[in-house]
């Protein structure tokens, strides 16, 4: 079970008089349980890529924890990293390596035997549809295969958690599908999948339960029965318009 309590940070943007507090996540508190995808909704400056780096331990919450099973961000930061995956639009990748050395020099990072990143790697490059181009340099891979390329290293380690900011930012259909039906997967062998994203088609398909964020707040919470039964409208983009434009004549 993964658990964010009360989650807030913010950011001191400038200096002097003129710096300003932006309060990126507010008071946060929602639960993931392993088989389940968690899906972070919210419109630009929302504050999911924040969340979601704090769930990741890349930065450090004001405020508020993160619990996986027994151990917690702020106290066991070395031992969650190794139960996480992030992946995030801007992963920047070496563009003279190949998909196939960066997933060796990654499973080394992570301590991992050779024939287990064999494996490990075997798996992956199946499941995502790699193996034409696993000997190609990044460079030359275009922006799917990228993609592709960031979320096999993301996952080299198995982790418990995958955390996946936009996964299919920018991705055609067929890889976007390919991205989404290996969480699905992964979901179904007891991961705990939480993604953020703008796409409500891939939302409803995808996600068991949904949280909207709305200026660091989550304003709405459930699975897509329940947060549609406590609104006025029938499908998620209704209700996310609804939050995002309230008195607004959206129809
Ligand atoms: N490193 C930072 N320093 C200062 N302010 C930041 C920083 N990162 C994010 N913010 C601010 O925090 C707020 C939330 O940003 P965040 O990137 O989490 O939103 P988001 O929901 O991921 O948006 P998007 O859909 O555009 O990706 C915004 O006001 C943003 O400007
Ligand atoms: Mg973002």
Same mark, same amino acid.
């Given at each position: ?56 331990? @890349?930065?450090?919450? $004001? &405020?508020?924890? !993160? ?9 066991? %930061?070395? /031992? ?90 920018? @991705?055609?259909?067929? $890889? &976007?599908?390919? !991205? ?9 062998? %007891?991961? /705990? ?59």
């Amino acid at each position: 079970m993964l658990r964010v309590e009360n989650l807030s940070k913010e950011f001191r943007n400038g200096r002097g008089r003129s710096a300003k507090t932006v309060h990126a996540v507010k008071d946060l508190s929602f639960q993931c349980k392993p088989g389940e995808i968690y899906g972070l909704l919210g419109p630009n400056g929302a504050g999911k890529t924040t969340t979601l780096r704090c769930l990741s331990t @890349l930065i450090k919450p $004001t &405020s508020g924890n !993160v619990v996986i099973d027994k151990y917690n961000v702020l106290e066991h %930061g070395q /031992i969650f990293r190794s139960k996480i995956a992030f992946l995030t639009s801007d992963m920047k990748l070496d563009g003279y390596f190949t998909p196939d050395y960066m997933m060796n020099w990654f499973g080394k990072l992570n301590k991992m035997q050779d024939d287990e990143i064999e494996q490990r790697k075997k798996k992956l490059f199946i499941d995502l549809q790699m193996t034409d181009f696993i000997h190609k340099k990044i460079d030359q891979l275009s922006t799917g295969m990228k993609q592709k390329t960031a979320v096999a290293i993301s996952l080299i380690h198995d982790p418990e958690v995958i955390i996946f900011d936009e996964p299919t930012n920018g @991705l055609d259909i067929v $890889t &976007s599908k390919a !991205v989404t039906d290996f969480l699905v997967d992964r979901a179904q062998s %007891g991961k /705990i999948v939480i993604i953020s994203t703008h796409n409500m088609t891939i939302a409803e398909k995808l996600c068991h339960r949904f949280g909207i964020l709305v200026e660091g707040e989550l304003r709405e919470e459930g699975t897509l029965s329940e947060i549609i039964e406590g609104s006025n409208w029938d499908n998620l983009e209704d209700v996310f318009f609804s939050y995002i434009m309230p008195g607004g004549d959206h129809v």
